[in-house]
């Protein structure tokens, strides 16, 4: 009795020794949420833009777009190469001022690709407006590449979008939360800038400065060519498949729309003659026709439905690009 | 059974009480732990739910050469991590080991630096625990970092030679820690430091009170080999000569014992004498004055 009780408070003194002094070890529970849901946190969007200046002021110091590559991609790039082939040819033609402080960032909170990043600029100089600059992430293992920039309109205003914690929403063109639908939107305006001012679609929109250039410009040159007998016929293509929309704080949208524009200017029996500028774009040799083409872009602000206001352009850009001899 | 017998029962249990305790006390695990694992691919990930276990502090990962690590959105790192091999650490397999499992991927060596791939027959998993054939570096090679692709969707970023060792509180809840070798080749090992509850509050009581009783035990064994009778002895005789102290003295006037050897304050009561019921007179006294009484009452 006496060895069965001493052998019992052995065993219990040794298990209490072997097993009670260490808790077990933790076991995984439920995943936290992340506090910001943005695909980029405001340092990782201004780490993009930092670096994409730092590649454009190595480039334009060298005048080499073959330098933009690691940021630059598109209508960027080939808008920037053009610029600096220009400015090689041309005095006084320098690659546009692009402004590296941004006064706003417009983050996507997108869980999938193609992934948004935009930018507004501090203004350059007193006499211009603020850029509007957007990037595009493709997938996961490719850098965000600036795509295009546009000077904002006189006057306008971008709408309010979420912050940098919570993102916007990446809408898909035919979102029919907001109407019109970006889609149609942007096809309405193209239309409406095929068709000029007189333009049914004309009211559907808010008037700005770029169709209105371009409108006067299309009336110079028409009424140049049709003076000497001539003609010439523009024409305007939206690229919906590098087209962007982000969802703005109210409920609107924002598109970001690069467009194709061409101008074809003929005069039979006429040997055309291109400007100093132009001349570094020529492809072939200009002799009674000559084709511009033009990389465009334009961000267009689709209003949240009730709120009484018409879609409207805010930033816009006219790009030419080159100069063919057909 | 007697005192002394308890006493020494009591004191084999104490002494039982103090060897567990002292082997408790050698055996008192560290509150702070270090679980390491062997790594066999270039890239470890740690998610965001085992990021958030309770004491986890710090993780280390050490490899040969430059060393990234990397916090990022779960669905980016999900996303970039199907191009990769990769072990995932899942949790604790007991305190000793990390519960990890292994994604592959499945890689066409080339023999030469060339950005387009060209077919291969001996294709093979890049986390195999095989040594793969390597070009020879030669004197002057450049090392060749691997390609990870962009490093726009890292949220936050650290770099080191051979190791990175990062503060679990470093990297914000929610997203999911990655740490990959610069060059491709495997990482080492991976260690988890934890801050856990010990629970030996009860060791050094059991200590204290074991030393305690086992000194009991032993003193009572002791008595029982001691001749004590010449004390007894003693003692016996001092009590009976302290006993005997004060008898045949005069009483202290006005103590108690003098008023007891006087006897009863309080006289006897006479039932059934005439004047009992008040009429006939006061109540007689037969007892004669100064008389002592007895202890019981009685008279003399």
Redesign the interface.
Same mark, same amino acid.
């Given at each position: 009795m006496k060895r069965n009780t001493?052998l019992a408070? %052995?065993a219990?003194?040794?298990a209490? &020794?072997?097993a /009670?002094? &260490? %808790?077990e070890?933790?076991? *995984? /529970? %439920?995943?936290?949420?992340? =506090?910001?849901n943005s &695909?980029?946190?405001e340092s990782?969007a201004q %780490?993009?833009i930092d670096d994409t200046f730092t590649v454009l002021a190595a480039a334009d110091k060298a005048g080499d777009a073959s330098l933009l590559d690691s940021r630059f991609e598109g209508d960027a790039a080939a808008v920037r190469a053009v610029e600096y082939s220009v400015a090689a040819a041309v005095a006084d033609a320098p690659p546009a001022d692009l402004p590296s402080e941004v006064q706003g960032l417009y983050v996507s909170n997108a =869980?999938t690709?193609p992934r948004v990043l935009a930018a507004v600029s501090e203004p350059p100089t007193d006499d211009l407006t603020p850029v509007v600059y957007l990037w595009i992430?493709d997938? *996961? =293992? =490719?850098?965000?590449t600036l795509r295009a920039w546009a000077h904002m309109v006189p006057g306008a205003t971008l709408p309010a979008m979420a912050g940098a914690v919570d993102g916007a929403t990446q809408l898909a063109l035919g979102e029919q939360g907001v109407d019109p639908s970006p889609r149609a939107a942007l096809e309405n305006y193209v239309e409406f800038l095929r068709q000029g001012a007189g333009s049914e679609l004309a009211p559907d929109f808010a008037p700005d400065s770029y169709s209105q250039q371009l409108f006067a410009a299309r009336n110079t040159l028409a009424e140049a060519a049709t003076t000497v007998g001539g003609a010439y016929v523009d024409t305007v293509q939206p690229n919906l498949a590098n087209t962007y929309v982000l969802s703005t704080s109210d409920g609107g949208a924002l598109v970001f729309a690069p467009l194709q524009v061409t101008s074809s200017f003929s005069v039979t029996g006429a040997t055309l003659k291109v400007s100093d500028r132009d001349a570094p774009l020529v492809q072939g040799k200009v002799t009674d026709r000559a084709t511009y083409t033009y990389r465009d872009f334009v961000v267009l602000s689709v209003p949240a439905p009730g709120i009484g206001q018409l879609p409207a352009v805010v930033a816009a850009e006219h790009h030419v690009v080159t100069v063919k001899a057909e | 059974m007697t005192l002394r017998t308890t006493a020494i029962i009591a004191g @084999?249990?104490g002494l039982?009480?103090l060897?567990?305790g002292l @082997?408790?006390n050698d055996?008192?695990?560290d509150s702070e732990?270090l679980t390491t694992g062997t790594l066999a691919t270039p890239v470890i990930v740690v998610?965001?739910? @085992?990021m958030?276990?309770?004491?986890?502090s710090r993780i280390t990962v050490t490899a040969d050469g430059a060393v990234e690590a990397h916090s990022a !959105?779960?669905?980016?790192a999900s996303?970039?991590l199907k191009?990769q091999s990769a072990t995932y650490v899942?949790?604790?397999q007991?305190?000793d080991n990390l519960a990890t499992r292994t994604q592959s991927r499945v890689v066409v060596p080339s023999a030469s630096p060339s950005p387009s791939p060209s077919p291969s027959e001996s294709a093979a998993p890049a986390a195999t625990s095989e040594p793969t054939e390597a070009p020879t570096a030669a004197e002057g090679d450049v090392e060749l970092a691997a390609d990870y692709?962009?490093?726009?969707?890292? !949220?936050a970023s650290w770099r080191g030679l051979d190791r990175v060792s990062i503060a679990v509180d470093a990297v914000?809840?929610?997203?999911t820690f990655v740490v990959f070798s610069a060059d491709g080749s495997d990482l080492t090992n991976v260690q988890f430091t934890?801050t !856990?509850? @010990?629970?030996?509050g009860?060791?050094n009581p059991l200590i204290w009170i074991g030393a305690a009783l086992a000194a009991l035990g032993a003193l009572a064994a002791l008595s029982g080999l001691i001749d004590t009778r010449p004390v007894q002895a003693r003692v016996e005789a001092w009590s009976r000569a302290r006993a005997k102290s004060g008898a045949g003295a005069e009483a202290r006037p006005g103590s108690r014992r003098e008023r007891r050897l006087a006897g009863s304050a309080v006289p006897p009561s006479a039932f059934g004498e005439p004047g009992m019921d008040g009429a006939d007179g006061p109540i007689q006294d037969d007892t004669p004055a100064g008389e002592p009484t007895k202890d019981e009452g009685g008279v003399l």
């Open positions: 001493l408070v %052995a219990i003194a040794s209490l &020794a072997l /009670g002094c &260490a %808790a070890p933790p076991v *995984v /529970g %439920a995943t936290p949420s992340p =506090e910001a &695909a980029l946190l990782q %780490a993009i =869980e690709w992430q997938s *996961v =293992e =490719e850098p965000y | @084999v249990i039982l009480m060897i567990a @082997v408790a055996s008192r695990p732990v998610g965001p739910e @085992v958030a276990l309770p004491g986890l !959105r779960g669905v980016d996303a970039w191009r899942v949790g604790y007991g305190w692709g962009s490093a726009d969707d890292w !949220r914000a809840p929610g997203e934890a !856990r509850q @010990v629970n030996d009860w060791i």
